[in-house]
């Protein structure tokens, strides 16, 4: 057993799930956006909706878009920093159809015009899931390095990234594979053991049939 399962992480309270749990949501969201956050629309879902304002989970959300840890003590006041910063933020109520009580729907606009939609959900303990990016299925939790393939669901895309990590030397802990339909959209999730170079994925972007290449880096 961890000893997180038993005490629970550092952090600025009052909850683990509500509190812990939201800002880990902003700050993997903000990683994959792979720049700063110019806009934020945030949807809540079940408890996070129904008590998020009174266990922070509002100032949570805002404080890890801005990369601040679980454990940082400006995170109650995050919405006069986000203010300072020209970040732009709003909240409305959602219904997300199999979603965790504790989930969350955040659409983002980085400074540069990149825009990203994300679906996740803090599971307790302060681990967070991501559930879907861009409305396709993910199902990671944020703790490895991690590859988000959008592809067409055409035969030899599965191989190539996969050939590319191995040349690399990456090795792959876990590797989902989800599609709309056969033919369609597709994407691939695949949590690393080390750390993806850049070059390998600026090369992926390039890929006939790849559509979109999304990164979480632990760095």
Known sequence: MNILDIIGPVMVGPSSSHTAGAVKIGQISRKLLAEDVKRAEIYL??????????HGTDR????????????????PASFTHAEERGLEFTFEKIELIDAHPNS????????????????????????????????????FCGDYPTLIVHNLDQ??????????????SINIATLQLYRDS????AVMVIECDQEVPAESIRWLT???GIVKV?????L
């Open 155 to 168: 035969p030899g895309h599965v191989t190539e990234v996969t050939s590319m990590l191995a040349h690399k």
């Open 60 to 75: 949570a959300l805002v404080a890890g878009l801005m990369g601040m840890a679980v454990d940082d003590p400006r995170i």
């Open 104 to 139: 969350v729907k955040l659409c983002l606009y980085g400074v540069s015009g990149r825009k990203l939609e994300i679906v996740a959900a803090s599971i307790g303990g302060g681990r967070i899931r991501i559930c879907e990016i861009d409305g396709l299925t993910a199902n």
């Open 45 to 54: 879902h079940g408890s996070f909706w129904a008590t998020g304002r009174g």
């Open 182 to 185: 056969r033919g369609g959209r």
């Open 206 to 208: 390039r890929v006939e």
């Open 214 to 218: 999304t990164y979480l880096s632990l």
